[in-house]
């Protein structure tokens, strides 16, 4: 019997920011559902969804997705959808208010880490991040680059 990798059997993996784990020290992790229109779950299914350089905002209680970039669905006609958009995200009260709590903290913000379907459904990873330095960027650099070195040699 052969060993099925559970996260990619049932949560196939629509994108994911790279950038996020480069750019910030992610925290605490939410999954969210997001609300799309017409064409852009189509535009998604085909692969052109971007999270780089998106980051998540709370207005009023409500959290939104700003920033992310969804490609115009090339099948569409005139309803398609606008790329850049502010898309809204669903998540309980109760952990709305504990993100923003967590936000008020300096430096911290929302960042969507990967998308990813579920029972058919688009779910974005958020975590609560905290920005890197340069100095920490470049002390990662320098440890993966001795790893990588080691390795070669043996």
């Known amino acids: 019997m052969m060993k099925t990798n559970k996260n990619s059997s049932q949560h196939p993996v629509i994108t994911v920011n790279r950038k996020a ?3 910030y020290h992610l925290r605490d992790r939410y999954e969210a559902g997001i609300v799309l229109q017409g064409t852009e779950v189509k535009a998604i299914r085909a692969g052109k969804f971007n999270l780089t350089d ?33 898309r809204k995200l669903l998540l309980h ?8 709590r967590s936000i008020r903290s300096k430096g911290m913000t929302i960042v969507p880490v990967r998308a990813y ?38």
Request: hydrophobic letters at 30%; a positive charge; zero cysteines.
């Open 21 to 23: 784990r480069y750019d």
């Open 54 to 86: 998106s980051y998540a905002q709370i207005n009023d209680g409500e959290i939104f997705l700003t920033d992310a970039h969804i490609g115009p669905y090339e099948h569409g006609n005139r309803a398609n959808h606008e790329p850049k958009r502010k």
């Open 93 to 100: 009260r109760r952990e709305i208010s504990k993100l923003e």
């Open 117 to 154: 379907f579920s029972k058919g459904k688009v779910k974005l990873e958020l975590a609560v991040a905290i920005g890197k330095r340069l100095y920490d960027k470049r002390d990662k650099i320098e440890r993966e680059t001795v790893a990588r070195e080691l390795r070669s040699y043996q």
